[in-house]
């Protein structure tokens, strides 16, 4: 039977750590030149709704290294952006494909696709969440501290997709999660949603980054929202600077999904400073999806 992954928790705890040790060997083969080609002969359409630097090119070469093909659609060229249906369009999409990977406003139409579709079909952000981006950086986590059980991540700024996906790793694989932002940035949770008593959300960034393994940020104005004057004045204190990283533990590690919006929500000291993984954090989308493009297309 086909598999989604659409968020997090469509996959078990086991499943999800599986995935990391193979992302660790596919990096592996990669960094010896050994050729693996499990997915020869297929094809993943991507469609993008929404800008992407990371997620398109990550999964694009991906496929490619991994014997497949990929094709990069865009709604307004295609029949989807002239009114066709998306339960139409999935159906007729998987007679040719054999994965679909999704960049979207609406978690709903995420749903929908896979719903109507016959292939598995991988979120690739949505307004609600960005579940590849989050079990990615489990990934990085992973090979960083050799643990995820029990780390503590302070993730500080805009409670946004990203805050989601970090508030169901966080249930699923038992890490500390302490959210830092303000009321009105708090991460809107949808119905049924539950949060553990492993999440705190505090108004305050320094009880957020204290004793924190990890600092992770992203933007304050996700795709989709309007630059409001009056948010980015409230999150200013919100800013991981280097007398945040100081607040933290000595060997705190600093992450941010990427893009950065330098000066804004991270400065360029902490960016490139040596508490900084961003890059490396970058490039482990690159491993991670393909485990989990050979995990579904395989
Ligand atoms: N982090 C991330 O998903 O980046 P892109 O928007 O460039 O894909
Ligand atoms: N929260 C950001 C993430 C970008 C990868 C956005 O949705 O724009």
Not at 116 to 126: E, K, M, Y
Request: proline content about 3%; overall charge negative; charged content about 25%.
């Amino acid at each position: 039977m086909k598999k989604d992954f659409l968020k997090l928790t469509d996959l078990t705890k086991v499943e999800a750590l599986e995935l990391l040790k193979k992302a660790s060997e596919l990096k592996k083969f990669k960094a010896e030149g050994t050729t693996h080609q499990p997915l020869k002969g297929k094809s993943l359409g991507m469609v993008f709704n929404k800008n992407s630097t990371r997620t398109r090119i990550s999964f694009e070469v991906g496929m490619f290294e991994l014997g497949g093909h990929s094709l990069f659609l865009t709604p307004d060229q295609m029949q989807l952006g002239r009114g066709e249906t998306i339960a139409d369009s999935a159906r007729v999409l998987s007679r040719y494909l054999d994965g679909i990977l999704i960049r979207t406003f609406d978690f709903n139409e995420v749903t929908e696709f896979a719903k109507n579709a016959s292939i598995p079909v991988i979120n690739g952000l949505t307004d609600l969440n960005h579940p590849i981006q989050v079990l990615s950086d489990l990934f990085t986590i992973y090979e960083k501290l050799s643990r995820i059980d029990g780390v503590k991540i302070a993730y500080v700024g805009d409670g946004n997709n990203v805050a989601y996906s970090w508030i169901s790793a966080a249930t699923m694989f038992g890490l500390k999660l302490s959210i830092g932002c303000p009321a009105s940035c708090k991460p809107k949770l949808h119905e049924g949603f539950k949060i553990t008593d492993s999440v705190d959300i505090t108004e305050d960034p320094i009880a957020a980054v204290k004793d924190a393994d990890i600092i992770y940020t992203d933007v304050w104005v996700s795709m989709g929202q309007e630059e409001a004057p009056e948010k980015i004045s409230l999150l200013k204190p919100y800013q991981i600077n280097q007398s945040l990283v100081e607040a933290a533990k000595k060997d705190v590690l600093v992450m941010h999904c990427l893009p950065a919006h330098r000066e804004m929500e991270i400065t360029s000291e902490v960016l490139e400073g040596k508490h900084s993984i961003v890059f490396d954090q970058a490039e482990n989308r690159l491993h991670l999806q393909k485990a989990l493009l050979e995990t579904l297309l395989a």
